[in-house]
């Protein structure tokens, strides 16, 4: 029997919803997801394994004009991505205008098939929908347009399919029982930066990394402290809060998240340190996981 497999590639511009949509298609919560733009910094891989199959999809961080070393890394994990896609998911918001051309012009570069999927259609009506599938259909004319809820799962199943019928033939990428390429480590600090996202605003989210220093296993415990960087001392007083209030926070909600994703009790540390303008700093950005 043939096996196929295929690297499908999500892009779009911040806040357009890939995360919500690559969750859906995966089926479980791999990208974190928040209403503030550029959540998501890397690239993650979320692997769909069944007998005949194997889909590697990439979420990437939303399309923008970086403007400091940090955002440039971000767009390097774009540019990657559509290099080894064998399918091009461009996902845009019903309400979301493209004055810019940069994200077409990578589009119409590519020789992957691209489908556009025209997401967030419940907060719109039925016009509008017809409007941007016209639009886009004379701006791109790509392969498929899907007009999609991802939030609440509407016509995800028909991108899927479109998906299962363009992968090519080829063996599996990754063993069969690999759901992603990233460690726990790492799913452990976005739950943290997930919360700095929900909690904060302004730009405290935007200067924060959070690194684990110490992942231990003893027993039916896991001992894990992180660090939460920042880049001025005013946000470091911010982020702790009053009397601590704000941390303890930040540490109650991720640590119930990081328990039910490991399926063991937590005991979560937090630290917060100050390392001056981490986003423009090469070396820093490196041992972040930011390669360019």
Same mark, same amino acid.
Request: hydrophobic share 40%; proline share 3%.
């Given at each position: 029997?043939?096996?196929?497999?295929?690297?499908?590639?999500?892009?779009?511009? =911040?806040?357009?919803? @890939?995360? %919500?949509?690559?969750?859906?298609?995966?089926?479980?919560?791999?990208?974190?997801?928040?209403?503030?733009?550029?959540?998501?910094?890397?690239? #993650?891989?979320?692997?769909?394994?069944? =007998?005949?199959?194997?889909?590697?999809?990439?979420?990437?961080?939303?399309?923008?004009?970086?403007?400091?070393?940090?955002?440039?890394?971000?767009?390097?994990?774009?540019? *990657?991505?559509?290099?080894?896609?064998?399918?091009?998911?461009?996902?845009?918001?019903?309400?979301?205008?493209?004055?810019?051309?940069?994200?077409?012009?990578?589009?119409?570069?590519?020789?992957? =098939?691209?489908?556009?999927?025209?997401?967030? #259609?419940?907060?719109?009506?039925?016009?509008?929908?017809?409007?941007?599938?016209?639009?886009?259909?004379?701006?791109?004319?790509?392969?498929?347009?899907?007009?999609?809820?991802?939030?609440?799962?509407?016509?995800?199943? $028909?991108?899927?399919?479109?998906?299962?019928?363009?992968?090519?033939?080829? =063996?599996?990428?990754?063993? @069969?029982?690999?759901?992603?390429?990233?460690?726990?480590?790492?799913?452990?600090?976005?739950?943290?930066?997930?919360?700095?996202?929900?909690?904060?605003?302004?730009?405290?989210?935007?200067?924060?990394?959070?690194?684990?220093?110490?992942?231990?296993?003893?027993? @039916?415990? #896991?001992?894990? $402290?992180?660090?939460?960087?920042?880049?001025?001392?005013?946000?470091?007083?911010?982020?702790?809060?009053?009397?601590?209030?704000?941390?303890? @926070?930040? *540490? %109650?909600? $991720?640590?119930?998240?990081?328990?039910?994703?490991?399926?063991?009790?937590?005991?979560?540390?937090?630290?917060?340190?100050?390392?001056?303008?981490?986003?423009?700093?090469?070396?820093?950005?490196?041992?972040?996981?930011?390669?360019?």
């Amino acid at each position: 029997m043939s096996h196929k497999a295929g690297f499908v590639s999500l892009i779009g511009k =911040p806040n357009a919803g @890939k995360s %919500t949509l690559m969750n859906a298609l995966v089926g479980e919560k791999m990208s974190i997801v928040t209403s503030k733009a550029q959540t998501t910094r890397h690239r #993650i891989l979320g692997i769909v394994n069944e =007998p005949e199959y194997q889909i590697i999809f990439s979420d990437t961080p939303g399309v923008i004009k970086p403007h400091y070393g940090l955002q440039e890394s971000m767009m390097s994990f774009v540019n *990657g991505s559509l290099v080894d896609a064998d399918l091009i998911l461009f996902v845009t918001d019903i309400n979301e205008r493209y004055d810019e051309n940069d994200v077409l012009e990578r589009l119409q570069k590519t020789a992957s =098939p691209v489908a556009v999927i025209i997401n967030k #259609i419940d907060k719109s009506d039925e016009e509008k929908v017809k409007e941007k599938i016209s639009y886009w259909q004379e701006t791109l004319n790509p392969e498929a347009i899907f007009a999609v809820s991802a939030l609440h799962e509407h016509n995800v199943a $028909a991108v899927m399919q479109f998906i299962l019928d363009r992968l090519p033939e080829h =063996p599996a990428y990754y063993d @069969k029982d690999t759901l992603t390429d990233r460690t726990e480590r790492f799913f452990v600090s976005e739950m943290v930066r997930e919360k700095i996202f929900k909690l904060y605003d302004k730009e405290i989210p935007y200067s924060t990394e959070v690194i684990v220093t110490s992942f231990k296993e003893e027993g @039916k415990l #896991i001992r894990i $402290a992180a660090e939460i960087i920042v880049e001025r001392d005013s946000q470091k007083n911010i982020l702790i809060g009053k009397s601590g209030e704000m941390i303890k @926070k930040v *540490g %109650t909600y $991720a640590r119930q998240d990081i328990e039910e994703f490991l399926q063991k009790k937590v005991f979560l540390e937090l630290f917060v340190k100050v390392i001056a303008d981490w986003r423009n700093r090469k070396n820093y950005l490196k041992t972040f996981g930011y390669e360019n």
